[in-house]
């Protein structure tokens, strides 16, 4: 089979990511090869799986294998009903730590040979993270530089860390600093919050528009999930509440007209099934129905897509 490579990018959106995994099987089975590939939040997992040589099918295999619920991790002591969680985000800043989901895919690397990311090609792997601290958007690892780090020896699961740390779902990472190394680094604050990368760019096409105007051979492909449960309106009831729906909307809203203007005909759209970010309860059936969601919108994409020209045969009304 011809093979074609591609600059892929995928879109954050929690656990709805698994449908990213079914139009990566699609992808495969046209005889795409990811050549450069970056994502946001559940799209750096997926980013990182594939930088790391993992198969959507071995993905697959994987998202069966998982209980996702056992991934959010906290101390017996704050499961008090109403005041535990409460508790908790007061002193870290999450009903969750985050922990479990980072050794998770430390592991997974791990087994395919991948700790940081000295161990990838260079440029192979570019993950958005957001510091809130000081108002910055980070695109690991080479932005970790500012804060006095070797970006080949950040962990890639670290950086997913960083990058899936929801706002008030996980505790954000916190980047320290020695008084002697802030006189010399870009960054100049003791401590560094740094939380989910939708916070400042969910679906960041935009990372490889320089190929793109240099008149790069390797064309882009956004995967991006749609039909999203945050358009729906939220009940505020509280503080907690109403920080979700921004949230929420942020995610919803970041990058659209990026992609509208530049990108609707190299972008796969997949249909989330009214999924939400942090549905992190779904039945075996609701996860294999994201997974075929997926599938079949890859699999519509490419009937469509043009190998020599690097896109759609066809263009599509941006209504």
């Known amino acids: ?137 980070l695109v690991l690892p080479n932005d970790i530089t500012q804060y006095g780090i070797d970006p080949g020896e950040l962990p890639v699961s670290r950086a997913i860390r960083m990058s899936t740390s929801i706002p008030y779902f996980f505790d954000p990472v916190i980047l320290k600093q020695p008084l002697k190394n802030r006189k010399k680094n870009d960054v100049k604050t003791i401590s560094s919050y740094i939380v989910d990368g939708g916070l400042l760019s969910n679906f960041p096409l935009w990372l490889f528009e320089d190929d793109v105007q240099a008149g790069t051979p390797i064309p882009v492909i956004g995967f991006q ?18 920080f979700q729906a921004m949230f929420d909307t942020m995610l919803s809203a970041h990058d659209e007209r990026y992609i509208e203007k530049h990108n609707l005909i190299r972008t796969i759209k997949i249909p989330s099934l009214g999924v939400s970010s942090t549905q992190f309860n779904l039945s075996p059936q609701l996860s294999n129905d994201l997974y ?28």
């Open 292 to 319: 075929e969601s997926g599938l079949s919108a890859g699999e519509k994409f490419f009937q469509s897509w043009d190998r020599k020209q690097g896109k759609l045969k066809v263009s599509f009304s941006t209504r």
């Open 1 to 137: 089979m011809q093979t074609t490579p591609v600059n892929a990018v995928f879109e954050g959106g929690g656990v709805k990511g698994i449908s990213l995994t079914g139009a990566v099987r699609a992808a495969e089975r046209c005889g795409i090869v990811f050549n450069r590939i970056a994502g946001t939040s559940s799209g750096s997992i997926v980013a990182a799986l594939l930088a790391a040589g993992y198969s959507a099918m071995e993905m697959r295999e994987l998202i069966e294998k998982t209980p996702f619920r056992k991934l959010l991790k906290r101390n017996p002591v704050f499961d008090t009903k109403f005041i535990g969680p409460a508790a908790r985000l007061l002193l870290r800043k999450g009903l969750y730590s985050g922990d479990a989901v980072e050794q998770w895919i430390d592991g997974l690397l791990g087994a395919k040979g991948i700790r940081n990311f000295a161990d990838l090609p260079v440029g192979k792997l570019r993950i958005v993270a957001s510091d809130i601290t000081n108002g910055r958007l």
């Open 225 to 242: 999930m749609v039909g999203r449960t945050e358009a729906q309106p939220h009940s505020i009831v509280g503080p907690i509440t109403m």
